[in-house]
């Protein structure tokens, strides 16, 4: 990539499953010929973020995402059964509502005793499946995952050592995945300080940002009747009010019409990754206008050339 004066940023948020929608929007930025200087991950962003700084095509992330959902590793995993429980693809018979009930029980009693729902192996097999391991700073793209420490109450960006390591982090939500230990640090998932990571894009030195939020929207009124109701909901405003402060710092902000899926919830990969495709493709005007001109200008002659070469 050529040199223009200034950086162009990704900034890819989190919401577990709701960040295949990464794959969508990358697909269409590669496809127009929008290339970025820095990739800056939280959570599910630090996932597929990584993947793709790394050097992976999106067919060969798209293909990996295929291929772990079908692999034994995910058959048998708790991922998969927390995804059924809350799965809102289709109604449940009697039967389904028991097991659920019986699974709901179960990962409560686990939260109370276990620092986490999902066993460490069950992580660590998905984020082994869909990344090389590598050292961040060997990644094609210059590429950061943002974690919290649980000690400082601080932001951590990670900028060297292992990829996978270093994504775990960014990833272990807080009650589902064990926090992860590193030196003095014991890193949690990076939206607890920082859902879409803005302002680390800003501070390793993107002058344009592009920001992409898979969170979940904002339900309305739903049933707010019990202590868990109100807490939750609280919470919930809290994350939403802080991101939507962090966005404003952005220059595009691309909104993938995710719904309220649950962030385990696997059963609609290729809807995901589809209504990611839909809205970069709705934000290509703003982006255009946010891009140095010398940018704007290599991606119509790279254009350009593509239409011009024969079939």
């Known amino acids: 990539m050529k040199w223009t004066g200034k950086k162009i940023g990704l900034a890819l948020g989190g919401g577990g499953v709701r960040g295949l929608a990464h794959i969508g929007v990358l697909n269409v930025l590669e496809q127009e010929g929008i290339g970025v200087d820095l990739i800056v991950g939280t959570s599910a962003g630090a996932l597929i973020g990584g993947a793709y700084a790394s050097g992976m095509s999106i067919r060969n992330i798209t293909a990996k995402v295929d291929g772990y959902l079908r692999s034994s590793e995910y058959r048998d995993s708790t991922i998969k059964a927390i995804g059924a429980?809350?799965?809102?693809?289709?109604?449940?018979?009697?039967?389904?509502?028991?097991?659920?009930?019986?699974?709901?029980?179960?990962?409560?009693?686990?939260?109370?005793?276990?620092?986490?729902?999902?066993?460490?192996?069950?992580?660590?097999?998905?984020i082994n499946y869909l990344l090389p391991?590598?050292?961040?700073?060997?990644?094609?793209?210059?590429?950061?995952?943002?974690?919290?420490?649980?000690?400082?109450?601080?932001?951590?960006?990670?900028?060297?050592?292992s990829l996978r390591q270093a994504v775990l982090a960014s990833s272990s939500v807080p009650g589902a995945v064990a926090p992860t230990r590193m030196g003095n640090w014991l890193l949690a998932d990076g939206g607890v300080t920082s859902l879409v990571p803005v302002n680390a894009a800003r501070k390793a030195g993107a002058d344009v940002v592009i920001a992409v939020t898979v969170d979940r929207e904002l339900p309305g009124d739903n049933g707010i009747e019990t202590a868990k109701d109100v807490l939750y909901r609280a919470g919930e405003i809290t994350a939403s009010t802080l991101q939507a402060a962090e966005l404003e710092n952005a220059d595009v902000v691309i909104r993938p019409s995710v719904g309220d899926l649950h962030w385990a919830d696997f059963s609609r990969p290729d809807h995901l990754i589809r209504v990611g495709e839909e809205a970069a493709r709705q934000s290509l005007e703003k982006i255009n206008d946010s891009l140095p001109l010398l940018r704007r200008f290599e991606r119509f002659t790279r254009r350009f050339r593509k239409i011009g070469k024969p079939v």
């Open 85 to 126: 429980t809350f799965s809102t693809k289709q109604n449940k018979n009697i039967f389904q509502k028991t097991q659920n009930f019986l699974r709901n029980r179960y990962y409560l009693l686990r939260a109370l005793f276990s620092p986490s729902i999902l066993p460490s192996e069950d992580f660590q097999s998905l």
């Open 133 to 161: 391991d590598i050292d961040i700073r060997g990644t094609r793209i210059p590429f950061i995952a943002v974690s919290t420490d649980l000690i400082t109450g601080k932001q951590v960006v990670l900028k060297d050592g």
